[in-house]
């Protein structure tokens, strides 16, 4: 999926003329017995779009009563929803289920809003008691986070190359992103020290370097 800010009216648009368009043999979910219109709907986006899960608190159905193009459609549910990708990475979106009857989905739409914070991700995944699997699921998005700004600070060594100042332009990277690491640190450090005694104080310091590298990220894409 490609980043986009689409809004839902527009990703209504885009899956009318899907449907307008047609097509030769389009998928159908199987007949489910008594269940929700939203179950149905995650089923059938599960068998497209694989790690998807549909948030029921955001959920919006809409009665249509009408056809496009061809097919008959009686109601349309629109919301949000996570999406994982093959690499572990997950990303906020939004939704539209068009649905022939209210156990029958014809049609799942999604564009991708956002990357989903990765300490949101691995708490979706928390159960009591397993804090040890919550531990390092944070350790692991923290490798992810540092791998993904040590490629970021490549590409800017490589512009600093291609700079008229190369010189300085390495330089200042160089020292900047040293001061950076301290900083984190120190700052991870004196969050740390205000909650001095809670239990896993782990948690609190891997969430505050994970947040602290993606910003980071983001800032070395100021000419983006």
Not at 70 to 83: C, I, N, P
Request: hydrophobic share 35%.
């Amino acid at each position: 999926m490609k980043h986009s800010h689409r809004s839902m009216p527009a990703l209504f648009f885009l899956t009318v003329c899907w449907l307008a368009l047609g097509s030769d043999h389009p998928a159908r979910a199987e007949e489910p017995s008594e269940t929700s219109t939203l179950d149905a709907c995650q089923r059938y986006a599960t068998q497209r779009f694989s790690s998807i899960r549909l948030l029921e608190e955001s959920v919006k159905e809409t009665k249509y009563e009408d056809k496009v193009g061809s097919q008959l459609v009686s109601m349309m549910l629109s919301g949000r929803g996570v999406w994982q990708d093959k690499a572990g990475g997950s990303s906020d979106v939004s939704f539209v289920c068009l649905l022939e009857s209210s156990a029958k989905p014809v049609f799942v739409g999604i564009v991708e809003d956002k990357r989903r914070d990765p300490v949101a991700v691995c708490w979706d995944g928390f159960e009591p008691s397993e804090w040890g699997k919550l531990t390092q699921c944070l350790q692991d998005s923290l490798k992810r986070e540092e791998a993904a700004l040590a490629e970021s600070l490549n590409k800017a060594t490589q512009q600093a190359g291609e700079s008229m100042d190369k010189l300085s332009a390495k330089k200042t990277l160089d020292e900047s992103n040293a001061q950076w690491r301290k900083y984190r640190d120190a700052e991870c450090d004196r969050r740390q020290a205000f909650v001095a005694g809670r239990n896993h104080p782990d948690i609190g310091e891997l969430t505050c370097k994970i947040h602290k590298t993606a910003e980071r990220i983001s800032d070395m894409k100021f000419d983006d």
